[in-house]
T-cell receptor, first 115, second 113 residues
Framework: AQSVTQLGSHVSVSEGALVLLRCNYSSSVPPYLFWYVQYPNQGLQLLLKYTSAATLVKGINGFEAEFKKSETSFHLTKPSAHMSDAAEYFCAVNTLYSSASKIIFGSGTRLSIRP | DVKVTQSSRYLVKRTGEKVFLECVQDMDHENMFWYRQDPGLGLRLIYFSYDVKMKEKGDIPEGYSVSREKKERFSLILESASTNQTSMYLC????????????FGQGTRLTVV
């Protein structure tokens, strides 16, 4: 079965520092992978998605993620953290079930930004 | 602009009550999902539907049922609410192709007392 694992339930970085949020996937077929962000008291918003067109995917708000098949990873990065990046981040994979697809999420990583 | 609308942002219900959570999408999506979100556990899939009147169990279906009588509407039903069903409930929809993302509603925070 396809799944994703997020390493680190809480990550804290200083403003201006590199952000690295880790996600590893388990899949027997090429996966479709996503990163979502959730700001307090809001629903989830798509940051970026991997659909096999390119291994380096750029998303909104300066985030990007690199698909590495050899490491089964899809880590999310941002060169310079901003206070507004404080949120919870979820990695997700789209799995094929029967003739339909369903999306399975990781347990989430809460990102805190120190002034 | 695409939209998934959940009928309530906050609900307080009593133990044993039958609870309906409603979700409507305006994007003509085939797939609709119900997740619950709890701290440290991420989003867990309760049920999903890939067509009208079709439903499949997710990872935690116990204590829940669903209904999809129309393509745009997907209802989550708690037959007899219990305190361990206090949680944030998120509805989502997507097209039925693997490379498309899900769009989420704002969530319903349900408290069972």
């Amino acid at each position: 079965a396809q799944s994703v694992t997020q390493l680190g339930s809480h990550v804290s970085v200083s403003e201006g520092a590199l952000v690295l949020l880790r996600c590893n996937y388990s899949s027997s077929v090429p996966p479709y992978l996503f990163w979502y962000v959730q700001y307090p008291n809001q629903g989830l918003q798509l940051l970026l998605k991997y659909t096999s067109a390119a291994t380096l995917v750029k998303g909104i708000n300066g985030f990007e993620a690199e698909f590495k098949k050899s490491e089964t990873s899809f880590h999310l990065t941002k060169p310079s953290a901003h206070m507004s990046d404080a949120a919870e981040y979820f990695c997700a994979v789209n799995t094929l079930y029967s003739s339909a697809s369903k999306i399975i999420f990781g347990s989430g990583t809460r990102l805190s930004i120190r002034p | 602009d695409v939209k998934v609308t959940q009928s309530s942002r906050y609900l307080v219900k009593r133990t044993g009550e039958k609870v309906f959570l409603e979700c409507v999408q305006d994007m003509d999506h085939e797939n609709m999902f119900w997740y619950r979100q709890d701290p440290g556990l991420g989003l867990r899939l309760i049920y999903f539907s890939y067509d009208v009147k079709m439903k499949e169990k997710g990872d935690i279906p116990e204590g829940y049922s669903v209904s999809r009588e129309k393509k745009e509407r997907f209802s989550l039903i708690l037959e007899s609410a219990s305190t361990n069903q206090t949680s944030m409930y998120l509805c989502a929809s997507s097209r039925d192709t693997g490379n498309t993302e899900a769009f989420f509603g704002q969530g319903t925070r349900l408290t069972v007392v």
